[in-house]
């Protein structure tokens, strides 16, 4: 017999996590700062939701399912820190 594994993450915050940074507004976060400072450093909350919101893309593309939620937060961390590093090259 074949149970169902629930995630204890409620759908909920899983589509508010996305809703609030991805796409465009990632951009704006990236590029909001000025000077040297602003290229080299990024809020650490900043980064954990734009983490958050690519984790949540990725857990999409794979239908949600469950068992993947670490190497989806993993990829998107590497995702993210790619770009971050790209920015300040740039």
Same mark, same amino acid.
Do not use: C
């Given at each position: 017999?074949?149970?169902?594994?629930?995630?204890?993450?409620?759908?909920?915050?899983?589509? &508010?996590?996305? &809703?609030?940074?991805?796409?465009?507004?990632?951009?704006?976060?990236?590029?909001?700062?000025?000077?040297?400072?602003?290229?080299?450093?990024? %809020?650490?909350? %900043?980064?954990?939701?734009?983490?958050?919101?690519?984790?949540?893309?990725?857990?999409?593309?794979?239908?949600?399912?469950?068992?993947?939620?670490?190497?989806?937060?993993?990829?998107?961390?590497?995702?993210? %820190? &790619?770009?971050?590093?790209?920015?300040?090259?740039?």
């Amino acid at each position: 017999m074949v149970t169902k594994r629930v995630s204890p993450v409620k759908k909920a915050r899983r589509k &508010s996590v996305a &809703s609030e940074l991805t796409g465009s507004a990632v951009m704006v976060v990236l590029e909001s700062g000025s000077g040297a400072a602003a290229r080299t450093a990024i %809020d650490p909350e %900043d980064r954990r939701r734009m983490v958050a919101a690519e984790a949540y893309l990725l857990a999409e593309r794979r239908g949600f399912a469950a068992g993947n939620e670490l190497d989806d937060w993993v990829a998107a961390e590497a995702a993210v %820190d &790619s770009r971050l590093q790209q920015q300040q090259v740039a």
